[in-house]
Each structure stands twice: as C-alpha cells, then as structure tokens.
C-alpha cells in the first residue's frame, strides 16, 4: 500500500475538499484515464484495491499509472474511549480527490478492456468516476 | 500539410469574467483572437461547433479559416481551455497568421507497424514518452501528423527523433540532442500475494528436504542452509502467541473501567 515514507508531522486536520482540481486534470501519461466527478477521500487501502481490479482486468497487458497518492494521515479513537485526552493514533493515509482529478492512467491496451478495467477499478472507489481518452490519433495499425 | 476547418464566430462586445459567463449561458464559448500586428477581437463561438472539431484531434496544429463580421482570417488555435469536470472548451485563443508565418506548433505523433515489432509481439508495452513533438514550420506546411514506425523493435529498444522523417521545412525545436518519443517496455509482471498460511506451508515443505539433504549428506553447509528456514519460522510462531493473549487483554481495561466507576 502506498504511504509516505516520511512526514514532517504525525497527524494532520481533517480539512474539507472545495473546489475542482486545477492540477493533474489531463491526462499525462497514458491514452485512457479514470477522472473524478465529485470531492471525496481516496484511502491507501481502496487504492491499490482499484489498482489490482484494473491491472487483473487488462490482463497483465498495458501499462498503469497511479496519479494520486495518499499523503494525508487519518487518526481514530479507540473503541470505548471516552472523548477528550488527546487526537487518537494515526489509523491510515488518505488523499484528498477534488472532481476532475485524473485518479488512473493506462496505454498499451483497447478502449474496451480500458473500459471494463476502469469500471472494476472504480467499483474499489467511493466516488463517481468517469472514463477518458486522449484525443488524437495514437496508435494505428 | 493538415487540413483547414471553418468555424463561423461572432464578434464579443464586452470581455471580462462576467461577460464570458453570459456567453457561456447562451450555449457560446468566449475567446479572443490576437496577433498579426492588429488589437485583439474578442468572439463567440458555438459550443457545439468547437467541440466537435476539437474532439476530432489535431485541432492544435490545423488552421482554421474564421470570418468575423464578414472579414475572412487564417488563425491557428493555441490553447483550448477544458472544464475538469466535463470536459467541454470553456474558452479558446487563436493567432492570426499569414501563410508565411513561421510557428512553433505540436504536432501529434502516430505509431505505425505494431505488428512488425517484436517486442510488442513478446508482451511488450508501447510506453509513449511524447504522445506530440513541437516543430518549427511554415503556418501553410503544418504537418497533420509526424509517423514513427516500431517495426524491428524489440523489448528495451526507443524511438528517437532521428528516426522519425520530418517533412520539407520541418525541424523540432529540440535540438542538440536526439530525444526519446517512445519506448517497447517490458510488460508490468502481476505478483500475485500468496496468503500467509500458504506461505507457512510452502515455508515448511521447503524446509523439510533441505533436512533431509543434510542429513544424507552429511555436509555442514547444507545442515545451515537447512537452518535458515526453521529460524524463519519461528517468530510466525511468536506471532501468534500474542494473538491468542489478545482477547483477555482487552477485557482488562473493561473491567479496570467498571472499577474507577
């Protein structure tokens, strides 16, 4: 699963998610890409759920590139703790996904297996999602 | 040379974040058009209309014959603004130029030969580096496309710029270095995770023969390679020690709490 590997603080605000994403809203790398629709929080854990869905579904063909990365640490209580005495522990990493974010990335495959790989890997995410294309020509036999 | 669209625009009388929203409402896209040593003009164009060539491809590196208020003029699109979120123009610049003009102008890249390439025939991946090249060119000689042919690549093999043939006129405007466009990568290995208890399993059955060689053996190296495994083993057995213990530890603080209560 993806974590930072080092942080300058433990835990971090809640915060909130306004707006729609003004970066990494083009696709960059691949022809066909998975795009947010609506604000949400992307854990660590439905990442690579979504990552393994897609990359089993183009059937270890093409390539995949991760665009998000969950940076952001989220802490619970205990069960049966009483409030107060503190911020819980940290529990696991989140990033924050404003809408038109491009989430996934894939080439060297069909816009059909593009397709269905995106619909199995949204299907590991908790927002509405989208499937895009590159506009242009690509590559032709 | 790439073909040239037609879009019919209307002139825009006021500019500014509220105007361009009004002309947004009326199902128009604002944009301005600038250059050849005349003030901006800012227009309107259809929705639809931009859309469509837009998402035909290529648009960045076509002319477009545009007549405003009946003045017929070549432009070339610069820059198309999306919404994130839909996905629709929401603004477009072009620059007016003369047939003569020399532009910096991107020019997509296709790839021809996929089944000639070894590479991608042994399960190798068409990784594009530069999905467009940027060229200097005449404004009446942009190509429609730059064509790069993966026949003959293997896994591990690029595509350079040297390879590509630029048309008459044509120069990147990278120079000095003969850059990568694509590459023949190998294919992403899917690691399948075998579960732990698997593992243990595996782990043991491993463990048993290399005993057995050491035994017939009789050697010291393999009765320490033989070793290696059972030390392996052992903190999975530690591990699960404390699994067990897990349940009357957490009953503990319950009870202390009832207690302070």
Known sequence: MLSPKFTKYRKAFKGRVHGKATSGNALTFGSYGLKALEPGRINARQIEAARRAITRAMKRTGRVWIRIFPDVPVSKKPTEVRMGKGKGAPEFWMCRIKPGRIMFEVDGVTRETADEAFALGAAKLAIRTKVVARIGLGVQP | ?261
């Not at chain 2, 509220?18 to 002309?23: C, E, P």
């Not at chain 2, 899917?190 to 782990?203: G, I, L, S």
Request: aromatic share 4%; glycine share 10%.
């Open chain 2, 1 to 261: 040379m790439s073909k040239q669209t037609a879009l019919v625009v209307e002139p825009r009388e006021r500019a500014g974040r509220g105007a361009a929203r009004a002309v947004r409402r009326q199902g128009k896209v604002p944009g301005v058009i600038y250059g050849g040593k005349e003030p901006p003009t800012n227009i309107a164009l259809d929705i639809r209309e931009l859309a469509g060539a837009y998402e035909r491809g290529g648009f960045m590196s076509r002319l477009v014959e545009i007549s405003v208020a009946g003045k017929a003029q070549k432009v070339l699109p610069r820059d198309v603004q999306l919404d994130p979120v839909s996905d629709r123009p929401i603004h477009v610049d072009f620059l007016r130029v003369s047939p003569d003009t020399r532009i910096q102008v991107a020019v997509p890249m296709q790839f021809t030969g996929q089944e000639l390439s070894p590479g991608i025939k042994r399960g190798g991946v068409l990784n594009v580096v530069r999905h467009e090249v940027e060229v200097y060119c005449r404004a009446d000689s942009i190509p429609e496309r730059l064509t790069a042919t993966l026949e003959n690549l293997d896994i591990g093999h690029s595509v350079h710029i040297s390879n590509v043939t630029l048309p008459e006129g044509v120069r990147p405007t990278i120079t000095g270095r003969d850059f990568t466009i694509a590459t023949i990568a190998p294919p992403t290995v899917y690691v399948e995770e075998v579960p732990v208890a698997a593992a243990a399993a595996t782990a043991e059955g491993e463990a048993a023969p290399a005993e057995g060689d050491a035994a017939a053996e009789g050697g010291a190296a393999p009765a320490e390679g033989a070793a290696a495994p059972a030390a392996g083993k052992e903190p999975a057995a530690k591990g699960a020690a404390p699994k067990a213990d897990a349940a009357p530890a957490k009953v503990a603080p319950a009870k202390g709490g009832g207690g302070k209560k």
